[in-house]
């Protein structure tokens, strides 16, 4: 079967946050304290995640990314890696990561046939670097960006554009695609920041991104990006890779969004946008199977909002946006 939303949309690609644990504190992400990380027993455990990826791979979807906080802080995930890579309805796996951990796993994952990095670089300045993400392992990101090339990985570099911050960064960071077979994708800052507090984001949006880049790229120019992209692809002039914008938060991708989340938490969400719809892992520990789960996926898959406005209204004024990014899965 294709599992299809009340718009017709197929639902082909799941992300899955397998912690909300991350060894980087990314202002726009987390607070620099107070982050109360879950006792394990409230996350997903490997087994009860394969589950889901079992149903949901039974129900149409053939690509998942795996996402967090950071993936390779829990224990053993290469194991469930293994596991989850034997699942034969799945045509892709891939990670996103903040490289710090990174390096070391690189030859079991191209054995298990994960070929596609997203790695989170937000600045190529180590002092920068330090203050974006309140650490300082910008030697360790950068080791394992080039270990990634030098072995063949599909890299895409993930850099949210914040004003002020690495917005003088712009065209640094997309010179990367000029010297390497990266692609390199600017992101709109969206709200999920953990503090509870809204700031003003946006400033750098996706025309104004694309306004500094093609004004300084020769022959900058669209190119076809793959189906359900959420990201305008581009060129130029001897680019060895390309540059993405992502309109993140001006949402400008939604009618063609082919996918949902899976929190740490085991909460299926509709949108990034929007609210938890369905409690997975509290279905699975009240016992459960997997027709009875199914059937709860498929009914809240019919309550899906057109766009991410509509799911974030949908919210309420009584559920604002506050959680960080690192429960939902980025
Ligand atoms: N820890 C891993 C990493 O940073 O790559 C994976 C999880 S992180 C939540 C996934 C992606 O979400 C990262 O590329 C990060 O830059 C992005 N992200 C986190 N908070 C964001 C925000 N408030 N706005 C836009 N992107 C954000
Ligand atoms: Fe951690 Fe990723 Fe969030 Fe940065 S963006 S704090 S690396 S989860």
Redesign the pocket.
Known sequence: MQLKDNFDRPIKYLRL?VTDR?N?R?F??MPEEGMHFLPKNQLLSYEEMLRITDIYSGMGVNKIRI?????FVRKDLIHFLEKLSKNPLLNKISI???GILTKAFLPQLKALGIHQI???L?SIDEQNFKKITRRDVFTTVMDTFYQLLADGFQVKI???IMEGINDHEILDLANLARMHPVSVRF???????GSGKSKKLNTWNHQKIHKQLESHFINFRKITAPENSTSANYTFDGASGNVGIIA??SRTFCGTCDRIRITSTGEMRNCLYGHNVLNLKKLMREGCNDSEIKTQIIDVIQQRAKDGFEAEKLRGQLNPIEE???V???
């Open positions: 946050s991350c980087l990314c726009y992400c996402t967090g906080g950071e993936p996103t990561t903040n997203n790695l989170s937000d993930n850099a949210v992101i709109e800052e969206m709200p999920f920041n993140a938060h960080s990014m690192s939902i899965g980025g």
